[in-house]
């Protein structure tokens, strides 16, 4: 059974930096072969994707986030990162790892204050 989980999240203020990891178990495949990425939810809104990368790392960035994060992989560690820095206070979500868009983690919150 694949799982993904999140970890690195936490409180920040504005212009600070956080890195999320996202450690997937179950199958050494998950992570090399399908399209990773970064989605977040913010309160009272719709999921949005923040980042992909492909097993070719092939990257893609929301226009709100490009030059600011920066998403990479591990193959031999199973996991896929996002490096957020220059923080901003509307980048606060709850931020969701995702393998193909089948597998998906339980979400981890990132809070930024102003």
């Known amino acids: 059974q694949v799982q993904l989980v999140e970890s690195g999240g936490g409180s920040v203020q504005a212009g600070g930096s956080l890195r999320l990891s996202c450690a997937a178990s179950?199958?050494?495949?998950?992570?090399?072969?399908?399209?990773m990425g970064w989605y977040r939810q913010a309160p009272g809104k719709e999921r949005e994707l923040v980042a992909t990368?492909?097993?070719?790392?092939?990257?893609n960035y929301a226009d709100s986030v490009k030059g600011r994060f920066t998403i990479s992989r591990d193959n031999a560690k199973n996991t896929v990162y996002l490096q957020m820095d220059s923080l901003k206070p509307e980048d606060t979500a709850v931020y969701y790892c995702?393998?193909?868009?089948?597998?998906w983690g339980k979400g981890i919150l990132v809070t930024v204050s102003p």
């Open positions: 995702t393998s193909g868009q089948r597998y």
């Open positions: 179950g199958s050494i495949f998950v992570v090399r072969i399908n399209v």
């Open positions: 990368i492909t097993s070719s790392s092939s990257r």
